[in-house]
Nanobody
Framework: QVQLVESGGGLVQPGGSLRLSCAAS????????IGWFRQAPGKEREGVSC????????YYADSVKGRFTISRDNAKNTVYLQMNSLNPEDTAVYYC???????????????????WGQGTQVTVSS
């Protein structure tokens, strides 16, 4: 059974950092594209970052480029999202998602992910 579990969310002050984890079970992570998404109250879900299965290339939304870093630890079957210089606009529920068919640059096809985690809340506030 394919399962993704996010962790690492919480309350942080503006300018602070958090590292989110997405632990996978039931499949081998390096064969799947993994994406991080977020949804703020009253807003549509947006793709934040993804990492390709085939070549490990990474992609970022303009809103987080230079502040967030996605990485993958195949030994732990876990993908991370390191978030630095957080601001209140980053407040949202963050989800990770996986799909075996989104190879290469297709990991940015945000609407095509098949498997989803339950989400973790990130709140940036003073």
């Amino acid at each position: 059974q394919v399962q993704l579990v996010e962790s690492g969310g919480g309350l942080v002050q503006p300018g602070g950092s958090l590292r989110l984890s997405c632990a996978a079970s039931g499949f081998t992570l390096d064969y799947y594209a993994i994406g991080w998404f977020r949804q703020a109250p009253g807003k549509e879900r947006e793709g934040v970052s993804c990492i390709s299965s085939s070549d490990g290339n990474t992609y970022y939304a303009d809103s987080v480029k230079g502040r967030f870093t996605i990485s993958r630890d195949n030994a732990k079957n876990t993908v991370y999202l390191q978030m630095n210089s957080l601001n209140p606009e980053d407040t949202a529920v963050y989800y990770c998602a996986g799909d075996p068919g989104l190879t290469g640059g297709a990991c940015v096809y945000w609407n095509d992910y098949e498997y989803w985690g339950q989400g973790t809340q990130v709140t940036v506030s003073s």
